[in-house]
């Protein structure tokens, strides 16, 4: 049975506080998410805890992946995050600790081996990466269904209490690491025109419509600003006019532009695409830039 050691214990109750984020697709409502945080609660006096959101559409790894590599760059450095998108939790999938590069503030990502460090991965943001194996880091009793709880969360204490990641169990070779596929548009270049086929990863809660399509995209047809474009969208009979703020159009009128995440997003002016329609993740519209 795996317990937690006294050492441990002792350990946790001397050390300085520390920030430990939560990343999860539980959705509002859920007790789940008490239940992690009182266990670093208990572990880690002091403990700072910022839940980035609980609200990663259920089970996909893609979206959660996307959240993580956009908001890992903004907090302070040696910062603890959980990741739990888990969708294969019980299963025989690693449990990791990914340590990123100085660049990236040495902190610290327990989350499962299914693809959540994929963009991380090829920013180079990595640079060790570790199983969780260690005993002592865990929960007396593991559930085989909540190890966000059990593992991940008594992990992440032991990393904000000073542990080293190393600690936590072997070391891991990178390109061993599951990677996700990113869906990648299909673009054409005319004289004097191009045209892109993208998909919906997800809408945000604005139910503006996240793309897969983004400034390097364009970068094969010049001039372009990187701001804003010539041309128009269209997605489930509706057409999109580009615009570079919301307030360039009345309300109402369906946009298309470059979110503050880099990606191109659909939109209705003071209104909610996302409700108005069925676009669910992986639904096709075109685009066509002008010079």
Same mark, same amino acid.
């Given at each position: 049975?795996?317990?937690?050691?006294?050492?441990?214990?002792?350990?946790?109750?001397?050390?300085?506080?520390?920030?430990?984020?939560?990343?999860?697709?539980?959705?509002?409502?859920?007790?789940?998410?008490?239940?992690?945080?009182?266990?670093?609660?208990?572990?880690?006096?002091?403990?700072?805890?910022?839940?980035?959101?609980?609200?990663?559409?259920?089970?996909?790894?893609?979206?959660?992946?996307?959240?993580?590599?956009?908001?890992?760059?903004?907090?302070? &450095? @040696?910062?603890?995050?959980?990741?739990? =998108?888990? #969708?294969?939790? $019980?299963?025989?999938?690693? %449990? !990791?600790?990914?340590?990123?590069? &100085? @660049?990236?503030?040495?902190?610290?990502? =327990?989350? #499962?081996?299914? $693809?959540?460090?994929?963009? %991380? !991965?090829?920013?180079?943001?990595?640079?060790?990466?570790?199983?969780?194996?260690?005993?002592?880091?865990?929960?007396?009793?593991?559930?085989?269904?909540?190890?966000?709880?059990?593992?991940?969360a008594p992990a992440a204490a032991c990393l904000a209490n000073g542990g080293k990641p190393d600690d936590l169990g072997p070391p891991?070779?990178?390109?061993?690491?599951?990677?996700?596929?990113?869906?990648?548009?299909?673009?054409?270049?005319?004289?004097?025109s191009l045209k892109i086929t993208g998909e919906i990863l997800f809408a945000d809660s604005f139910g503006n419509l996240v793309t897969?399509?983004?400034?390097?995209?364009?970068?094969?047809?010049?001039?372009?600003?990187?701001?804003?474009?010539?041309?128009?969208?269209?997605?489930?009979?509706?057409?999109?006019?580009?615009?570079?703020?919301?307030?360039?159009?009345?309300?109402?009128?369906?946009?298309?532009?470059?979110?503050?995440?880099?990606?191109?997003?659909?939109?209705?002016?003071?209104?909610?695409?996302?409700?108005?329609?069925?676009?669910?993740?992986?639904?096709?519209?075109?685009?066509?830039?002008?010079?």
């Open positions: 049975m795996l317990l937690v050691t006294e050492n441990v214990t002792k350990n946790s109750m001397c050390h300085q506080s520390s920030i430990v984020t939560i990343l999860t697709d539980f959705q509002p409502g859920n007790f789940y998410s008490a239940q992690m945080k009182g266990i670093l609660l208990s572990r880690v006096p002091g403990v700072r805890i910022v839940e980035i959101t609980e609200s990663v559409l259920p089970q996909n790894i893609l979206h959660g992946a996307l959240i993580l590599t956009q908001t890992v760059p903004f907090f302070p &450095e @040696k910062t603890v995050h959980i990741a739990v =998108v888990d #969708p294969g939790v $019980g299963t025989e999938r690693e %449990l !990791l600790c990914a340590v990123l590069n &100085e @660049k990236w503030g040495q902190q610290r990502i =327990v989350c #499962p081996n299914n $693809g959540l460090l994929t963009f %991380l !991965l090829e920013k180079d943001a990595v640079s060790e990466v570790f199983f969780l194996k260690n005993s002592a880091c865990v929960q007396e009793k593991i559930s085989s269904t909540f190890h966000g709880r059990d593992i991940l891991v070779k990178q390109e061993t690491l599951l990677r996700l596929n990113f869906p990648k548009p299909e673009i054409s270049q005319e004289e004097n897969n399509v983004t400034h390097r995209d364009f970068s094969v047809f010049e001039p372009f600003s990187g701001q804003t474009f010539e041309g128009t969208a269209q997605l489930g009979g509706m057409r999109f006019l580009p615009v570079r703020t919301y307030a360039e159009q009345g309300v109402g009128t369906p946009v298309v532009l470059f979110g503050s995440q880099g990606f191109l997003e659909l939109a209705i002016v003071n209104g909610n695409l996302a409700q108005s329609g069925n676009f669910p993740p992986g639904t096709r519209f075109s685009l066509e830039v002008r010079r």
